[in-house]
């Protein structure tokens, strides 16, 4: 009966712990997301009529992901991105965290299979 | 399995051992009670005999409308006269099959079968005389200087060399057709009926005779069986080592669900912590988190919506559903859910595979400018990505 008694109070609480802490992480990656809005907000605030220091996060970006030479051009509010890839998922990589540090959104994707590699052209929009 | 069986002293003191293991038999005369158990392996099967002058055999018939409780009250009632002792200091036993109830003293029966309860074995505890019962035969077994009595009708009685004749007299009155037969277990001199009378018998033969037929004859066993540490243990021949590793697994399943909540708290603890601190770098005079979801979007309401959306990369996942080395070359427009897709030269079963890996994804095909040339696929398909 003990036994019985104990088992439950301990799944029950088990149960309580497990959404509690659903909740917290859910909370957490919310905020989270909103931030990273608001300070890819504010970056990209910062960052209109700077195409040097764009340059700058971009070539930093391409190589901390060993995305090689990568080309960097603008024209009006876009900004356009051209590296080379192995695999999709660097690309992804590429997007996020220029997303994330400059605030830009991609807004299309251009890829072109060589023989040699794979040549992609994200095309970003500068946020006003 | 293994089978014992034990002959109890009148004093319950000391007992003799019988064994029996396939063809091996052994035999241990007049151990302590407390040394049993050494002599026992556990899981065999203990065939226990108390002298019968220790036991009362009654015959009384249970009615089928009655329990087990009104059974013992009524029968109490009835047999109160004939009690030494007083009522609640015996125990009974009954036998439906052969209407039979056996009435012994709770200060014998109670340490006999505490200690029997240790032995982690299949254990019954019969009245001497139920070992050399005959079907309508009465007979006297001379054991260990007792006389033991067994009547045609089930019931019996043991008596010792200085009450013998009275004994035998009383029952002479009571029964007039009395004519036991003696078994001695080996020839002596020392006997009070005559030699020529009486037969020899082994004693192992007797218990291979008891074995063969008490599972069928359903005899009141006194034994009640009940749980013990030691017993249990015995049982699953745990050695200290086993028991040791045992309870550390018990305490670790008793922990492991413990620990989980705690963890599970501690990452909570964490998660609110982060949001706490990102509030805080977001607006250092940021004082407590009453609804995160809510203070957040006070927050992003300064932001024009259509300005910083969120960042949905889903639709990259279609190029991952898609062989990537057969893709010429593609464009998505992330604006307009669309995706083009180029391919050059590449063979019917490769292009059959990417049209149906199309067709599984959520995607429908608005435009389709694929040529067959030579079996060869070439051209460009565009594909609009379906919303949810």
Same mark, same amino acid.
């Given at each position: 009966?003990?036994?019985?008694?104990?088992?439950?109070?301990?799944?029950?609480?088990?149960?309580?712990?497990?959404?509690?802490?659903?909740?917290?992480?859910?909370?957490?990656?919310?905020?989270?997301?909103?931030?990273?809005?608001?300070?890819?907000?504010?970056?990209?605030?910062?960052?209109?009529?700077?195409?040097?220091?764009?340059?700058?996060?971009?070539?930093?970006?391409?190589?901390?992901?060993?995305?090689?030479?990568?080309?960097?051009?603008?024209?009006?509010?876009?900004?356009?991105?051209?590296?080379?890839?192995?695999?999709?998922?660097?690309?992804?990589?590429?997007?996020?965290?220029?997303?994330?540090?400059?605030?830009?959104?991609?807004?299309?994707?251009?890829?072109?299979?060589?023989?040699?590699?794979?040549?992609?052209?994200?095309?970003?929009?500068?946020?006003? | 399995?293994?089978?014992?069986?034990?002959?109890?002293?009148?004093?319950?003191?000391?007992?003799?051992?019988?064994?029996?293991?396939?063809?091996?038999?052994?035999?241990?005369?007049?151990?302590?009670?407390?040394?049993?158990?050494?002599?026992?392996?556990?899981?065999?099967?203990?065939?226990?005999?108390?002298?019968?002058?220790?036991?009362?055999?009654?015959?009384?018939?249970?009615?089928?409308?009655?329990?087990?409780?009104?059974?013992?009250?009524?029968?109490?009632?009835?047999?109160?006269?004939?009690?030494?002792?007083?009522?609640?200091?015996?125990?009974?036993?009954?036998?439906?099959?052969?209407?039979?109830?056996?009435?012994?003293?709770?200060?014998?029966?109670?340490?006999?079968?505490?200690?029997?309860?240790?032995?982690?074995?299949?254990?019954?505890?019969?009245?001497?005389?139920?070992?050399?019962?005959?079907?309508?035969?009465?007979?006297?077994?001379?054991?260990?200087?007792?006389?033991?009595?067994?009547?045609?009708?089930?019931? *019996?009685?043991?008596?010792?060399?200085?009450?013998?004749?009275?004994?035998?007299?009383?029952?002479?009155?009571?029964?007039?057709?009395?004519?036991?037969?003696?078994?001695?277990?080996?020839?002596?001199?020392?006997?009070?009926?005559?030699?020529?009378?009486?037969?020899?018998?082994?004693?192992?033969?007797?218990?291979?005779?008891?074995?063969?037929?008490?599972?069928?004859?359903?005899?009141?066993?006194?034994?009640?069986?009940?749980?013990?540490?030691?017993?249990?243990?015995?049982?699953?021949?745990?050695?200290?080592?086993?028991?040791?590793?045992?309870?550390?697994?018990?305490?670790?399943?008793?922990?492991?669900?413990?620990?989980?909540?705690?963890?599970?708290?501690?990452?909570?603890?964490?998660?609110?912590?982060?949001?706490?601190?990102?509030?805080?770098?977001?607006?250092?005079?940021?004082?407590?988190?009453?609804?995160?979801?809510?203070?957040?979007?006070?927050?992003?309401?300064?932001?024009?919506?259509?300005?910083?959306?969120?960042?949905?990369?889903?639709?990259? *996942?279609?190029?991952?559903?898609?062989?990537?080395?057969?893709?010429?070359?593609?464009?998505?427009?992330?604006?307009?859910?669309?995706?083009?897709?180029?391919?050059?030269?590449?063979?019917?079963?490769?292009?059959?595979?990417?049209?149906?890996?199309?067709?599984?994804?959520?995607?429908?095909?608005?435009?389709?400018?694929?040529?067959?040339?030579? *079996?060869?696929?070439? *051209?460009?398909?565009?594909?609009?990505?379906?919303?949810?």
């Amino acid at each position: 009966m003990l036994l019985i008694t104990l088992s439950s109070s301990i799944f029950s609480k088990t149960n309580q712990s497990r959404n509690q802490l659903k909740k917290a992480k859910q909370d957490f990656e919310y905020v989270k997301n909103g931030a990273d809005r608001l300070i890819g907000f504010t970056l990209a605030s910062n960052l209109k009529g700077q195409p040097n220091e764009v340059r700058r996060i971009i070539n930093e970006i391409a190589s901390e992901n060993d995305l090689g030479e990568i080309e960097v051009s603008f024209d009006s509010d876009k900004m356009f991105s051209t590296f080379t890839v192995d695999d999709i998922d660097q690309i992804i990589v590429f997007i996020n965290q220029v997303n994330r540090k400059i605030g830009f959104n991609i807004r299309s994707l251009d890829y072109e299979n060589s023989n040699k590699a794979a040549s992609v052209t994200v095309e970003f929009e500068m946020v006003n | 399995m293994k089978n014992y069986f034990i002959h109890i002293d009148n004093d319950c003191k000391q007992a003799e051992i019988y064994s029996y293991h396939d063809l091996d038999s052994n035999h241990h005369a007049s151990v302590g009670m407390a040394e049993i158990q050494s002599y026992i392996d556990p899981n065999s099967k203990v065939i226990a005999f108390l002298p019968s002058n220790m036991i009362r055999c009654v015959f009384s018939k249970k009615e089928i409308s009655e329990s087990e409780d009104q059974f013992q009250a009524r029968f109490f009632s009835e047999h109160e006269d004939d009690l030494i002792k007083d009522v609640s200091k015996n125990r009974l036993m009954f036998s439906n099959e052969k209407n039979l109830a056996l009435l012994v003293d709770k200060t014998i029966i109670d340490p006999l079968n505490e200690l029997f309860n240790e032995f982690g074995c299949d254990v019954y505890i019969y009245p001497e005389h139920f070992l050399h019962q005959r079907l309508d035969e009465d007979t006297c077994l001379l054991i260990k200087g007792r006389y033991s009595f067994s009547f045609s009708d089930g019931l *019996g009685f043991c008596a010792f060399r200085e009450n013998f004749h009275d004994y035998i007299d009383l029952v002479k009155k009571e029964r007039e057709s009395f004519q036991p037969t003696f078994m001695v277990l080996e020839k002596t001199d020392e006997v009070e009926f005559k030699q020529s009378d009486s037969k020899i018998i082994a004693i192992e033969s007797l218990h291979q005779d008891f074995l063969s037929h008490c599972e069928k004859n359903d005899l009141p066993s006194m034994f009640r069986s009940k749980i013990t540490l030691k017993g249990t243990l015995r049982k699953m021949n745990l050695d200290r080592r086993d028991l040791i590793l045992s309870l550390a697994i018990i305490s670790c399943l008793l922990l492991a669900p413990i620990l989980n909540i705690a963890l599970m708290q501690n990452y909570k603890k964490s998660y609110e912590e982060n949001t706490l601190s990102i509030f805080k770098e977001l607006n250092p005079n940021f004082r407590r988190i009453v609804n995160s979801k809510a203070q957040m979007d006070q927050l992003l309401l300064a932001i024009d919506s259509n300005e910083a959306k969120p960042l949905d990369l889903n639709i990259l *996942g279609y190029l991952r559903a898609i062989p990537i080395d057969e893709i010429a070359s593609s464009n998505i427009d992330f604006r307009n859910s669309k995706v083009i897709l180029e391919f050059d030269r590449i063979s019917s079963m490769k292009y059959s595979i990417i049209d149906t890996l199309i067709k599984q994804s959520n995607t429908k095909v608005i435009e389709n400018n694929i040529e067959n040339t030579d *079996g060869t696929f070439s *051209g460009s398909l565009v594909l609009e990505i379906e919303s949810d």
